[in-house]
């Protein structure tokens, strides 16, 4: 549990590397047959180390130094089923399934868990290979997939950013060009292509087809990954700088990963600068309201609806969020209720209306985004503490989150946890 009272940001925080993009190049290495796949700039989070843990199942092992860097062993990675519990810890260990497919022709996955944000079926992933040609069994547990590759064309009937890597890693094991139609164009997935593109895999792509040409990458032992800044990292430090009425200078970050969110946070009226990979925020007291649309990538991203969702509260009228991602990611609005939120959800759409905040309140972090947002909450509250019960599904995603927080100078205090280690937060 943490305790959170009313703070102004100021100061300078640096992004972490991309969680997301983790994943997928973890996918990337195993799919090329790399016996060493080396990912530098990742952030050492608790979903990190569960795909960690699924690679250790799977028969590799790795290290990890210092630096962020790690490396993974992957010469005695056979198709293995997985421990269930294990894999249901997280959403990006699902890229295992095409991976695996890639590499063996065979993989065996329970199904994958993750933050609980509303329904998140696989059944694109399976639609995926099975369009490859895949022989894929459903179980009630999860799927298991053999085979060789026929197929040379996936339509995905939805955008799916993990079900567009999956395909892709799939299509790495093709001897022929893989379509794929209505793929997801997350800065993740960019990210998986250049990682492939590195190794010889070629790529074309237009707004709704991705082309995929495997026929000439290379058979490497060693591959070497470095990780974008997280740019869900870097939107929620400027919401909570604009929330907070703070002035943070943001370093690490690619702004035009953040293309949206910095448009929707100009027309609010907060001041930005951007200046190659520093963004400056100036936040005040109150802000134009907002309709945003949280959608696929380019648009609004879905990870940042909770907590904008906090600063549209200091808007000087009704502002509107319509989640068509995720419909059911409302949990945060019932806790912010609970602190005074004058906020509607209808069908889709998220309606927040001007509201102060009061502290005081425990209110409960059901999600990794959903923590982060009542933070921001707990910053911008007047009287008391607010108590974050389960704050610490933050560590999912957020690498030494009240680490940075602190040293913009937000005042806090952590209880202590049962078999928690003494952790300091570096000023
Ligand atoms: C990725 O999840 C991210 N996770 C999520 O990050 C992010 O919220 C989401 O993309 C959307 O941007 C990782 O990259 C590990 P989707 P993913 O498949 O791939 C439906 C965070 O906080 N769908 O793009 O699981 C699904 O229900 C998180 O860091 C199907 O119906 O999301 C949703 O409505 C949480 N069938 C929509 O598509 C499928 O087979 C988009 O989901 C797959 C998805």
Known sequence: MVFLLKSYLKGEVKISGSKNAFFPAVGAGIALGAKVIRIRNTPLVRDVHVMLEIISELGGWYSINDKNEIVIYAEELSPQTIDRETFSKIRGGVVIFGALLARFGKAHIPFPGGCKIGKRPIDQHIKAARSLGFYVEEEPDGVKAHGDIKGTKISFDIKTVTGTENAILMAIRSEREVEIHNYAREPEVQELIKYLERYGVRFMMDENTLVVDPRYRKHVDEVDFELIPDRIEAGTFIICAASTEGKVKIKNVISE???????????????????????????????????????????????????????????????????????????????????????????????????????????????????????????????????????????????NFLGKIQKLGAKFYVEEREGMKDVSYPA
Request: with cysteine.
């Open 257 to 399: 990963h953040i293309g949206k969110v910095i448009e929707k946070m100009k027309e609010a009226g907060v001041k930005i600068r951007v200046d190659n990979n520093e963004i400056e925020v100036e936040g005040c007291r109150n802000y134009e309201p907002l309709h945003v649309i949280a959608d696929s990538y380019p648009d609004f991203p879905t990870d940042l609806q909770p907590q904008l969702t906090v600063m549209l509260m200091k808007a000087k009228g009704k502002s509107v969020i319509e989640e068509r991602v995720f419909p059911e990611r409302v949990s945060h609005v019932y806790e912010l209720m609970k602190m005074g939120a004058n906020i509607e959800v209808s069908g889709n759409k998220i309606i927040i209306y001007p509201s102060e905040l009061h502290g005081g309140e425990v209110v409960e972090a059901k999600d990794l985004r959903s923590a982060a947002s009542l933070v921001i909450a707990g910053l911008t509250a007047d009287g008391g503490p607010t108590f974050i019960r389960n704050f610490e599904i933050i560590e999912r995603g957020y690498e």
